[in-house]
């Protein structure tokens, strides 16, 4: 088999994986993997359908019997079976026709094996795949609209109903009416402004270099309040009642900064690179990168970690981001830094164990939205949307977006999705392109 990648695959598998998944030859993670993958790639499902039809093919292959039937030597006269003669038996036209066409046929098919073997190409007119693959998928989602998030506002009166954007390129902070998708508010940052958390009386980001974190009204862009942490401030940020949650990964600390006073009133050490914060069960869930626990669970009212959950699935992967559903559960994003994939890991809050894991596949980025009906994340290299089922723990498609996406937000109903570029330090930053997305059904 080729090792050729196969032409538009979302997870660039080789025609070789592909094959040795349909002959059951995979170890069972990668197989799992794969079979997660094909109902939302298009590209590998027109591949099985080819695979399908040639098997057909080589099935009902008719082979004409030899002359004059099997387990004879049809050049011996039947008069001299006993010895070898130079007689030869007359073949009709016939039989010569029958052996023959047989004989072409079997070359042709092992011609278009080869073919699809070493050739990429979806473009071949097949069969109608095999019941146990989905010929047609429904679309997990639409793009309605691209906002651009430079472009001037329209009001300088914060909406309602709309959702704020840190624009790290352009060092902007930007809402957008999810009515309308009009720029209602845009405000200039520092340079060094890194993560956006937004209530409806304040906005709260903060600053790498400065090692500080700075509350903004969101009327005026004006900072209201300055609380000093530490620099090096490239980590989440989260929000509960009355509180603002943030990590560094400087010293492997989270703060709580008691949104009343302005003031720290907590610091909570945890493990080695906390990046990802969300707030769900009662409990502030952190994600850290370096150990082997790699989420903790922190009380809200206690300010206490009172679970360390190891997610490091035997010690291969990292803790990169963390969500949290309405029905409770807690969903992970892995990274496996040997391949550069990813898995998506359900956590049950009332056991703090782990009830599903999901193969996303490669280079998916740590932010995630948690929804009821699905779980979506997205992944920057391959530029797409994925949608996860929490109900069957799948992935069941993707969506294209044709630029990097880095940043998720969800409000009004729709996905927002926030294009990014890569630094001069290799980091992906957010920038000003804005996808509003509808969720399929």
């Given at each position: 088999m080729?090792?050729?990648?196969?032409?538009?695959?979302?997870?660039?598998?080789?025609?070789?994986?592909?094959?040795?998944?349909?002959?059951?030859?995979?170890?069972?993670?990668?197989?799992?993997?794969?079979?997660?993958?094909?109902?939302?790639?298009?590209?590998?499902?027109?591949?099985?359908?080819?695979?399908?039809?040639?098997?057909?093919?080589?099935?009902?292959?008719?082979i004409?019997?030899?002359?004059?039937?099997?387990?004879?030597?049809?050049?011996?006269?039947?008069?001299?079976?006993?010895?070898?003669?130079?007689?030869?038996?007359?073949?009709?036209?016939?039989?010569?026709?029958?052996?023959?066409a047989?004989?072409?046929?079997?070359?042709?098919?092992?011609?278009?094996?080869?073919?699809?073997?070493?050739?990429?190409?979806?473009?071949?007119?097949?069969?109608?795949?095999?019941?146990?693959?989905?010929?047609?998928?429904t679309?997990?989602?639409?793009?309605?609209?691209?906002?651009?998030?430079?472009?001037?506002?329209?009001?300088?009166?914060?909406?309602?109903?709309?959702?704020?954007?840190?624009?790290?390129?352009d060092?902007?902070?930007?809402?957008?009416?999810?009515?309308?998708?009009?720029?209602?508010?845009?405000?200039?940052?520092?340079?060094?402004?890194?993560?956006?958390?937004?209530?409806?009386?304040?906005?709260?980001?903060?600053?790498?270099?400065?090692?500080?974190?700075?509350?903004?009204?969101?009327?005026?862009g004006?900072?209201?309040?300055?609380?000093?942490?530490?620099?090096?401030?490239?980590?989440?940020?989260?929000?509960?009642?009355?509180?603002?949650?943030?990590?560094?990964?400087?010293?492997?600390?989270?703060?709580?900064?008691?949104?009343?006073?302005?003031?720290?009133?907590?610091?909570?050490?945890?493990?080695?690179?906390?990046?990802?914060?969300?707030?769900?069960?009662?409990?502030?869930?952190?994600?850290?990168?370096?150990?082997?626990?790699?989420?903790?669970r922190?009380?809200?009212?206690?300010?206490?970690?009172?679970?360390?959950?190891?997610?490091?699935?035997?010690?291969?992967s990292?803790?990169?981001?963390?969500?949290?559903?309405?029905?409770?559960s807690?969903?992970?994003?892995?990274?496996?830094?040997?391949?550069?994939?990813?898995?998506?890991?359900?956590?049950?809050?009332?056991t703090?164990?782990?009830?599903?894991?999901?193969?996303?596949?490669?280079?998916?980025?740590?932010?995630?939205?948690?929804?009821?009906?699905?779980?979506?994340?997205?992944?920057?290299?391959?530029?797409?949307?994925?949608?996860?089922?929490?109900?069957?723990?799948?992935?069941?498609?993707?969506?294209?977006?044709?630029?990097?996406?880095?940043?998720?937000?969800?409000?009004?109903?729709?996905?927002?999705?926030?294009?990014?570029?890569?630094?001069?330090?290799?980091?992906?930053?957010?920038?000003?392109?804005l996808?509003?997305?509808?969720?399929?059904?």
């Amino acid at each position: 088999m080729s090792d050729a990648t196969i032409l538009e695959c979302t997870l660039n598998l080789s025609v070789e994986t592909l094959s040795a998944w349909r002959d059951n030859a995979l170890p069972a993670r990668e197989h799992e993997r794969v079979s997660a993958h094909l109902p939302g790639c298009a590209a590998c499902r027109t591949r099985l359908a080819q695979y399908d039809a040639m098997v057909h093919a080589l099935q009902t292959l008719s082979i004409p019997e030899p002359v004059g039937g099997y387990g004879r030597n049809p050049r011996l006269p039947s008069g001299n079976r006993g010895r070898w003669t130079n007689a030869r038996l007359p073949m009709g036209m016939q039989g010569w026709t029958g052996t023959l066409a047989a004989v072409l046929l079997l070359a042709t098919l092992v011609g278009l094996f080869a073919f699809f073997a070493s050739h990429r190409t979806t473009t071949t007119v097949l069969p109608t795949p095999t019941a146990s693959v989905t010929a047609t998928p429904t679309p997990i989602a639409n793009i309605t609209s691209i906002i651009d998030l430079t472009s001037s506002a329209t009001s300088t009166v914060p909406a309602a109903t709309g959702v704020w954007f840190l624009d790290a390129v352009d060092h902007r902070v930007t809402q957008v009416n999810s009515a309308d998708n009009d720029i209602v508010a845009s405000f200039p940052v520092p340079t060094d402004a890194y993560v956006l958390a937004s209530t409806a009386d304040a906005l709260w980001i903060t600053r790498n270099t400065a090692g500080t974190v700075e509350r903004l009204d969101p009327h005026t862009g004006q900072v209201v309040a300055t609380i000093p942490l530490l620099p090096h401030l490239r980590a989440g940020i989260a929000l509960s009642a009355n509180a603002v949650w943030v990590a560094s990964g400087t010293n492997n600390t989270i703060w709580r900064i008691d949104t009343r006073t302005n003031r720290v009133v907590a610091t909570i050490p945890v493990g080695m690179f906390p990046r990802s914060l969300a707030v769900g069960d009662g409990s502030l869930w952190v994600c850290t990168g370096h150990d082997t626990p790699g989420l903790w669970r922190i009380d809200l009212n206690t300010n206490r970690v009172v679970a360390k959950i190891d997610v490091s699935e035997n010690q291969t992967s990292q803790c990169g981001g963390v969500a949290v559903a309405p029905d409770g559960s807690v969903w992970v994003i892995n990274y496996y830094s040997d391949d550069d994939t990813n898995d998506l890991l359900r956590i049950n809050p009332q056991t703090n164990a782990i009830t599903a894991t999901v193969a996303l596949g490669k280079d998916v980025t740590f932010g995630l939205v948690a929804q009821a009906n699905a779980i979506w994340a997205v992944s920057d290299v391959r530029q797409v949307l994925l949608r996860i089922d929490p109900q069957m723990n799948r992935l069941i498609g993707s969506l294209s977006l044709k630029s990097q996406p880095v940043a998720m937000a969800l409000e009004g109903g729709a996905l927002w999705i926030q294009g990014g570029i890569t630094d001069d330090s290799g980091s992906l930053v957010a920038g000003g392109r804005l996808w509003r997305i509808t969720p399929g059904p």
